[in-house]
């Protein structure tokens, strides 16, 4: 046989055999957490950022004065246990609307908030799963031109909220 083909299978060999040698995962997970829970609560505006997906550069921009003024109350959102929400805002422009009912995509693997008023529903992509213990939640909200499969994203706006102690 030629040299050449031995080490190369010499070398896989080896290696087969040293995965093969990996201890066993022992414990437990826990039970899975509760997502609506992560929710519930008042939380507050604490920054709010644009991303121009059109710019080569592709910065993110901090937009935050726009909501949050000295002498007003930043922008407050409740979500309450019965499934609704309600939303305190002084200044800017209302993404949120006034309040309505409110739900996930899925309830054990959300990716997407839906926010339903009295006018329309609104979409959001979740920064991340909040938690009942985390103190921060990010909302996206993704703005795009066109229709169908001709959509594209030009702008993300990026809501992050800090959780308001009870």
Same mark, same amino acid.
């Given at each position: 046989?030629?040299?050449? #083909?031995? !080490?190369? !299978? +010499? +070398?896989?060999?080896?290696?087969?055999?040293?995965? %093969?040698?990996?201890?066993?995962? %022992?414990? @437990?997970?826990?039970?899975?957490?509760?997502?609506?829970?992560?929710? !519930?609560?008042?939380?507050?505006?604490?920054?709010?950022?644009?991303?121009?997906?059109?710019?080569? =550069?592709? @910065? *993110?921009?901090?937009?935050? $004065?726009? #909501?949050?003024?000295?002498? &007003?109350?930043?922008?407050?959102? *409740?979500?309450?246990?019965?499934? &609704?929400? +309600? =939303?305190?805002?002084? =200044?800017?422009?209302? /993404?949120?609307?006034?309040?309505?009912?409110?739900?996930?995509?899925?309830?054990? #693997?959300?990716?997407?908030?839906?926010?339903?008023?009295?006018?329309? *529903?609104?979409? /959001?992509?979740?920064? +991340? &799963? =909040?938690?009942?213990?985390?103190?921060?939640?990010?909302?996206? /909200?993704?703005?795009?031109?066109? @229709?169908? %499969?001709?959509?594209? @994203?030009?702008?993300? /706006? *990026? #809501?992050?909220?800090?959780?308001? $102690?009870?």
């Amino acid at each position: 046989m030629n040299r050449t #083909f031995i !080490l190369p !299978l +010499a +070398a896989l060999a080896l290696a087969i055999g040293l995965s %093969g040698c990996k201890p066993d995962i %022992g414990g @437990e997970l826990g039970d899975p957490i509760d997502k609506r829970a992560g929710f !519930l609560g008042t939380w507050e505006l604490s920054s709010f950022t644009q991303q121009d997906l059109n710019n080569p =550069v592709k @910065e *993110t921009r901090d937009l935050s $004065p726009l #909501f949050i003024q000295e002498g &007003t109350a930043p922008l407050r959102m *409740t979500f309450n246990d019965d499934d &609704t929400y +309600a =939303v305190q805002q002084e =200044v800017g422009r209302s /993404y949120f609307g006034d309040g309505g009912q409110w739900s996930f995509d899925d309830p054990a #693997f959300p990716t997407f908030l839906r926010l339903a008023g009295s006018a329309d *529903t609104l979409e /959001y992509n979740l920064g +991340a &799963t =909040v938690r009942p213990y985390d103190n921060q939640m990010a909302i996206e /909200y993704r703005r795009s031109c066109g @229709e169908g %499969g001709a959509r594209i @994203e030009t702008v993300i /706006y *990026t #809501f992050t909220f800090n959780r308001i $102690p009870q």
